[in-house]
């Protein structure tokens, strides 16, 4: 079937042909759909989504940008989002109930079953961020003493609610977590062969309160594609599946880089984020960066002197504090990196600086010996201002990466998040350091 744009789409709903709609819908994958149609405006994409079957409307509804997830199950009856609710895993019904008010909470789970409302309002009392929050709640657990036949069976039956089809894990009758048994495993065996013998330990489990990025680095070093979550007695009371890790990966990485650019970090996509919710995000960062660069004016003005006697000083200024606000960022980003996939810790830190010196050295020599010839040869300046300047860039770049290389870490020592030590702050530092080298250098060569 050739792709359909959203335009002929919505040309056959104003059309009325439902039917050729229908079938258009019925050809397509359920994350095309839910790209689809979720583009459509408010009234449009209610009578598109009620086209679908209702086995593929809420595999659709999960792969919806949250906000239209919330406008479209607001708009549906109460016998259609009931359905919905009930289709869906209860960590995604949890994430959908999340930021809702209250009372459309209340009004939305009053026609779910009881044990589905308990499910999900067990999962929102979970802090944010934590494993329990993103855990699901419909997973087989097989017990100890079954034979293999015995558990393919409960499998069978509980098909619908199974989440992870790799493997089941194990409990005893006070459901505390036991091992797990691969369905290869199962497949493999004679059918009378007990779960016992073929189970295997679980190597990592994750409490209800583990953080998010705790869980995601287990995902990532182990290559897990299910997690057991357990609560305080050790009972299995949930799993973690790798469709949820990818999107905290996602949601992890973004608010780094938000943070790394001086931006206090969002939950929403750009396009999403109203103006006046962009500028309060922004503002305080910058309000701060502006206050402690005022400190770059107050040096400038107490080398007034200098600069009113070698004028030519003034037009070198910018390229030193960029020269030495990139290499900063440089060595904070990637340290704020190696941070975060765990390659360094605070004990590294000796290595780290003395890494960062040696390269600091290279890259200072590097751009001063360009800078030098283009000073003499293209510039005219004579050879002292030449050395003035080279040597201030040397030891501006060599200040900037030690300085972006260690405050992450010192950072991170002390339970603040490195990424706030990022480009712009170091930045702001490295700017003022460079200042007074560069004029400390032109008062002791130049003699003013």
């Known amino acids: 079937m050739e792709d359909i744009t959203i335009e002929k789409f919505e040309e056959l709903l104003d059309e009325k042909k439902l ?58 009856t109460k016998s259609e989002a009931t359905n919905i609710i009930e289709d869906m895993f209860t960590d995604d019904a949890a994430d959908l109930f999340d930021e809702m008010p209250a009372v459309m909470v209340t009004k939305l789970l009053s026609g779910v079953s009881k044990e589905t409302r308990t499910q999900i309002n067990r999962l929102l009392k979970y802090p944010d961020n934590s494993a329990g929050s993103l855990m699901a709640m419909e997973y087989i657990h097989l017990k100890k003493g079954l034979t293999i036949k015995a558990s393919l069976d409960r499998i069978r039956s509980q098909k619908d609610d199974f989440v992870s089809y790799d493997s089941c894990f194990v409990t005893d009758n006070s459901r505390t977590l ?32 583990t953080d998010q990025e705790e869980v995601a680095t287990l995902f990532k070093d182990y290559n897990y594609s299910t997690l057991p979550v357990v609560d305080m007695e050790d009972r299995l009371v949930g799993v973690i599946t790798i469709d949820d890790i990818v999107d905290i990966m996602e949601q992890e990485t973004t608010e780094d880089i938000e943070k790394m650019a001086a931006i206090t970090p969002s939950d929403k996509p750009y396009m999403k984020t109203g103006v006046f919710e962009t500028w ?28 009113s006697t070698y004028v030519v000083l003034t037009a070198f200024i910018p390229m030193l504090m960029d020269s030495g606000g990139n290499a900063g960022s440089q060595a904070s980003v990637s340290v704020i990196r190696s941070l975060s996939l765990n390659e360094i810790e605070y004990k590294d830190s000796f290595k780290v600086l003395w890494k960062e010196l040696r390269v600091a050295i290279l890259c200072g020599a590097t751009l001063a010996l360009a800078n030098f010839a283009k000073l003499l040869f293209i510039d005219n300046v004579g050879l002292t201002i030449a050395l003035v300047v080279c040597l201030t860039l040397i030891v501006t770049i060599t200040i900037a990466k030690l300085i972006g290389s260690i405050l992450p870490i010192l950072a991170n020592k002390l339970g603040f998040d490195p990424a706030v030590m990022a480009s712009p702050f170091i930045t702001t530092l490295v700017d003022a350091a460079s200042l007074i080298i560069y004029f400390r250098f032109a008062t002791i060569m130049l003699g003013i």
Request: aromatic fraction near 6%.
């Open 19 to 76: 039917s050729d709609a229908k079938n258009v819908l019925k050809e397509m994958n359920e994350v095309d759909i839910a790209e689809l149609i979720q583009e459509l405006p408010e009234n449009k994409l209610v009578k598109a989504f009620r086209l679908l079957p209702k086995v593929v409307a809420s595999d659709v509804f999960v792969n919806m940008d949250e906000d239209v997830q919330k406008n479209l199950i607001t708009s549906l």
């Open 280 to 307: 309060k995000k922004r503002i305080p960062w910058l309000l701060l960066l502006m206050i402690s660069a005022t400190f770059t004016g107050q040096i400038i003005t107490h080398f007034e002197s200098a600069l």
């Open 178 to 209: 036991l091992g797990y048994v691969t369905i290869k495993d199962m497949l493999i065996n004679d059918p009378e062969t007990m779960i016992d013998d073929i189970m295997q330990e679980c190597e990592h489990k994750v409490n209800t309160l």
